[in-house]
């Protein structure tokens, strides 16, 4: 699966390990999971009808509960995944581009979030 193939590169990279180690994680964080922490989940799933490519649309959460720490844990995503081409496991990565950058706060539990969203093209 793609998604968990992005999750092991992102985890390889030093800039993203030393601040979170291996806490990325499918949808939402656990509910007690330290912070700061990634989510990850895939926004839309298009693919090409007549031939075998795809380009979903993922999108990395990025969250702490330091703003700016956040934020610089989503440049950290970003550097390590805009532009990338070439194998990510099994498929062939075609170009990943980002499509939007986006900020949340969660006053309730004093979260902030820095999103970001990437177009994944690669071949089936």
Not at 63 to 80: C, F, G, M, P
Not at 85 to 97: A, F, L, R, T, V
Request: proline share 5%; charged share 25%; hydrophobic share 35%.
């Amino acid at each position: 699966m793609l998604e968990t193939e992005i999750r092991k590169y992102l985890i390889e990279q030093p800039s993203i390990k030393n601040v979170i180690n291996n806490r990325i994680y499918p949808h939402v964080i656990p509910e007690n999971a330290p912070f700061p922490a990634i989510a990850y989940n895939e926004v839309s799933g298009l693919g090409h009808h007549d031939i075998n490519v795809n380009f979903p649309r993922l999108q990395y959460s990025c969250y702490s509960t330091q703003y700016v720490e956040a934020k610089q844990l989503r440049r950290y995503v970003k550097d390590a995944l805009k532009g990338y081409k070439g194998m990510m496991g099994d498929k062939k990565i075609i170009q990943i581009s980002v499509e939007g950058e986006y900020e949340t706060y969660e006053s309730d539990r004093g979260i902030y979030g820095a999103l970001i969203d990437f177009k994944i093209i690669y071949w089936e």
